[in-house]
């Protein structure tokens, strides 16, 4: 009886709050911004871009997890779950490819999608426009640095703006790979670094300064029944693409677990593990690449020393002291 009632009071709190579809009068203030940049970040941690102003970007990209989500599926309106895991929106500035099977091709084309997608923002972009125009801040936000008042273009023009400025460095190995500070790039992660460029063949896939080529590629998590995503295929209806996924980038791995598109592994050893003997884990994969095709054959310590490469690119402000 009593729970039921606290529910009830929860509800109507909650209703009080979203029920009325009229953001203009919720009592925030917000700072004025003084670049599209700053607009972008506001708009990224704004409810009002979701139906039951309740969801913003940033309820499942989370600044502390290097702005991806912890959970294998993120939570949208209405307590629904997407069948994705929540990937970091952090250094995505010089990525061709967005979403996990590579749909969009630019930062301000990947903002509409999460706006309008139904079990996540479920707020039609023309409603979200109104609603900026409405809300008094906001139109003079926009009159003041797009001398105009809000447009859809404009929008995603200041969020994606707002994401480029996400560009983390400050790890070990970049220390290392500077010549300062080479200490902090320990001498499992110098072995670790070697595993990755040769016996593992991660390199092979993951390279450039963010460890992804941006390339799609099929490491074995599609079989058609129990892992049944598509990936890439979902976009090209090209068969060579069945289970192909874009290939992420590896920084600041430490907070941005669990990983891969359905979050089915909760730790880097387990990735690590995965990698090693694919077969254990995954029966009947279909057209998996051929770089795995046979088994690592990695030692404990071999996988110790990769585990700790893999960290030594997480950014310092992520890394509890
Ligand atoms: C309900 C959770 C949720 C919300 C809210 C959300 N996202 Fe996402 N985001 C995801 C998921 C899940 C994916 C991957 C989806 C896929 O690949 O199909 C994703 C993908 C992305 C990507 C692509 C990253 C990459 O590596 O390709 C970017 C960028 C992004 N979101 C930005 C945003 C922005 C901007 C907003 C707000 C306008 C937003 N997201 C709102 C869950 C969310
Ligand atoms: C054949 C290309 C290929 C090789 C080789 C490869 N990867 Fe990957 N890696 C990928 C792709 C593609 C994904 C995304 C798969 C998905 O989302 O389902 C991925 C995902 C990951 C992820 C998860 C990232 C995240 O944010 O979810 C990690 C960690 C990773 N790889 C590390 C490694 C390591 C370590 C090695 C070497 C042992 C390696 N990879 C070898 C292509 C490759």
């Known amino acids: 009886m009593k729970k039921y009632f606290f529910i009830v009071a929860l509800v109507s709190l909650v209703c009080l709050y979203n029920c009325s579809d009229k953001p203009e009068k919720q009592a925030v203030t917000l700072k004025e911004p003084t670049s599209i940049e700053e607009l972008g970040e506001l708009l990224f941690f704004d409810p009002i871009l979701s139906s039951d102003s309740t969801i913003s970007c940033a309820s499942c990209h989370k600044p502390e997890h290097a702005f991806a989500d912890n959970v294998p599926f993120s939570f949208g309106v209405d307590s629904l779950k997407g069948n994705r895991n929540t990937p970091s929106a952090m250094n995505l500035g010089d990525r061709f490819f967005f979403f996990h099977d590579g749909r969009s091709e630019s930062l301000e084309d990947q903002a509409k999608g999460p706006i309008e997608n139904p079990v996540e923002m479920n707020l039609p972009l023309s409603v979200a426009i109104d609603r900026l125009k409405r809300h008094k801040q906001y139109d003079a936000f926009f009159v003041k640095l797009f001398k105009r008042r809000a447009t859809i273009e404009d929008m995603t023009t200041a969020i994606a703006a707002f994401e480029t400025t996400l560009?983390?460095?400050?790890?070990?190995?970049?220390?290392?790979?500077?010549?300062?500070?080479?200490?902090?790039?320990?001498?499992?992660?110098?072995?670790?670094?070697?595993?990755?460029?040769?016996?593992?063949?991660?390199?092979?896939?993951?390279?450039?300064?963010?460890?992804?080529?941006?390339r799609f590629r099929n490491i074995g998590l599609f079989n058609g029944k129990d892992l049944n995503d598509s990936g890439r295929y979902g976009v090209t209806k090209n068969p060579e693409d069945i289970g192909k996924f874009k290939t992420p980038g590896l920084r600041n791995l430490l907070v941005t677990g669990p990983y891969m598109?359905?979050?089915?592994?909760?730790?880097?050893?387990?990735?690590?593990?995965?990698?090693?003997?694919?077969?254990?884990?995954?029966?009947?994969?279909?057209?998996?690449?051929?770089?795995?095709?046979?088994?690592?054959?990695?030692?404990?310590?071999?996988?110790?020393?990769?585990?700790?490469?893999?960290?030594?690119?997480?950014?310092?402000?992520?890394?509890?002291?």
Do not use: W
């Open 167 to 214: 560009e983390t460095a400050d790890t070990p190995f970049d220390d290392f790979m500077g010549d300062i500070d080479t200490a902090s790039f320990t001498a499992s992660a110098k072995r670790g670094r070697i595993i990755f460029n040769d016996k593992a063949k991660c390199f092979d896939c993951h390279f450039g300064p963010d460890f992804t080529a941006d």
């Open 261 to 321: 598109h359905n979050g089915m592994f909760k730790t880097l050893r387990e990735v690590i593990d995965y990698y090693d003997t694919p077969d254990k884990f995954v029966a009947n994969s279909v057209n998996r690449d051929s770089l795995l095709a046979k088994p690592l054959g990695l030692s404990e310590t071999e996988k110790k020393d990769l585990e700790n490469f893999l960290i030594a690119l997480t950014d310092r402000q992520f890394v509890k002291k």
